[in-house]
């Protein structure tokens, strides 16, 4: 049984302490980018961990300790469990309940046909997860990680795991939601280092034994009610998806005034007291990303299914597809007809296409007869994307647009894609990138910068930034 006595949550325990506490057997229910980096990261705490997924090639590669995505240190961190016996993986999340104290649950939640959420994936593990409740003695924790509509995890999932278990909420099982603010390419750092921890519980028992796995990461999680966790992880997202938008707006208004729109934003941003973070606030290219689109996408279907009107985020979508249709203005403004893209995914260090805006761009520039050479360090000819591209269905149209022929396209080196191409652009902020931009307009070859690759823009004519 865990040891639940209370425990003081205003700093972390000594790593003595620590040691000394039975640490709880968890469960992951999908082994995507949260998943596979919670299995990692939980492991190297000391947790036993059985990661769960119907993909039977991301069992494969946990179970054997190999990262089924490109982020860096997961790869070195499951190897490292499963070494040391903490890390197994399996298809059968009812044994996967039965065998641990704590199921994490990080399925997908795509957007739905009518722009709200898909919950079919929460149903079919909770099902399966209501199984092994049934057949097991002792207080289980489920814990919802996923991006959902608040009142999703006491509306959808919890009354299947009652229903279909026999069991009673608060007496033989908990419920929590905890948004994880994991940033895709540097997740595992973000791990060790949370911006912040949320917990939202149905019960103090089981904010506790929460508490207890974050402690050694963080000694001040932030306890609240799950619809309330909910909506933090919603918020946060759009958020972030303002921020982008609005220095974006910003920079696209200070270019036609002639006014250096980073200059500007450098300005801006040292308020850190009233204009919160910088991290956001630097005009560039569209967001994009799994969580972005989709969560704006939602919050204002939410919005729209209660009556209440959101213009700016209901306009944060338009405002991103300016930015894309801007980028591919300037593209037609330079003449080319040959283009090298640098960079694929919606940002670096990831491999993740989902809704990339740089898809986008490519599906219009090769719609507007421009023939595209693209290059990105973390994705190549043998990335598959096929489960990437039915995350998006309903969503953005720009993998969909390319993925027949998106490993055609994808050049082995950058130098090899810009050879190709009478006109770069640059959507990764990179050195890489940026060295190959200055040789590139050391012969005059235009350079459609969306990301302000260099940190002093050049004073070449050939060289054309989106936003200053």
């Keep these: 049984m865990l040891d639940l006595s209370p425990i003081n949550t205003t700093n ?81 999340l009812a044994f996967a309940v039965r065998d641990t104290d704590v199921t994490f649950v990080s399925v997908g939640t795509p957007t739905a046909a009518d722009g709200g959420c898909d919950y079919r ?25 996923c991006s959902i509509p608040p009142g999703t995890t006491m509306r959808v999932m919890t009354p299947i795991l009652e229903r279909m278990s026999g069991k009673i ?25 949370p911006p912040k921890t949320v917990i939202g519980a149905t019960c103090d028992r089981t904010a506790d034994i929460l508490r207890r796995i974050y402690l050694p990461v963080d000694g001040a999680a932030i306890i609240t009610s799950i619809k309330t966790a909910e909506m933090v992880k919603y918020v946060d997202n759009v958020w972030h998806a303002t921020k982008v938008c609005f220095a974006n707006e910003v920079g696209r208004l200070a270019k036609s005034q002639d006014v250096d729109s980073h200059e500007v934003m450098e300005v801006f941003c040292q308020d850190l007291k009233l204009n919160l973070s910088p ?30 009107a959101l ?27 040959r283009v090298a893209v640098l960079g694929l995914a919606f940002k670096p260090g990831t491999d993740d296409l989902r809704e990339s805006p740089t898809l986008e761009l490519i599906a219009a520039l090769r719609e507007a007869g421009i023939a595209v050479r693209a ?46 191409a009478d006109a770069i652009v640059v959507t990764q902020k990179t050195k890489t990138y940026a060295d190959i931009s200055r040789a590139a307009l050391a012969i005059g070859t235009p350079v459609i910068d969306v990301v ?5 823009l050049p004073a070449s004519p050939a060289y054309h930034g989106i936003g200053w």
Excluded: W
């Design 375 to 420: 290059h990105d360090p973390a994705v190549t000819k043998d990335t598959n994307i096929a489960a990437q591209l039915g995350y998006v269905k309903h969503g953005a149209a720009g993998l969909a647009a390319v993925a027949d022929e998106l490993g055609d396209l994808i050049a082995e080196s950058a130098e090899t894609a810009c050879a190709y």
């Design 121 to 145: 994936f929460i149903e079919a593990a909770a099902k399966s997860m209501a199984v092994g409740l049934a057949q097991k003695e002792g207080f289980h924790v489920f814990v919802m990680r």
């Design 12 to 92: 972390a325990l000594p790593a003595e302490q620590f040691d000394v506490l039975q640490k709880p057997a968890i469960s992951i229910v999908g082994l995507g980018y949260v998943g596979a980096v919670s299995t990692a990261c939980l492991a190297s705490l000391g947790h036993r961990v059985v990661g769960v997924d119907i993909d039977p090639e991301k069992v494969a590669d946990i179970a054997a300790g190999r990262s089924p995505i490109h982020e860096k240190d997961l790869g070195r961190l499951l190897s490292k469990g499963v070494e040391e016996g903490l890390i197994t993986a399996s298809d059968d």
């Design 279 to 308: 991290y956001y606030l630097k005009p560039g290219f569209a967001y994009g990303g799994s969580c972005l689109p989709k969560e704006v996408r939602a919050v204002t279907h939410i919005a729209e299914q209660a009556g209440v």
């Design 452 to 456: 302000r690759v260099f940190p002093r």
């Design 169 to 193: 909420l608060g007496v033989d099982f908990g419920v929590a939601f905890n948004p994880e603010f994991l940033r895709e390419g540097v997740a595992v750092e973000d791990f060790y280092a």
């Design 311 to 337: 213009p700016m985020i209901e306009q944060l979508d338009q405002s991103n597809r300016v930015q894309v249709a801007q980028a591919v203005q300037l593209v037609r403004d330079s003449g080319a007809q």
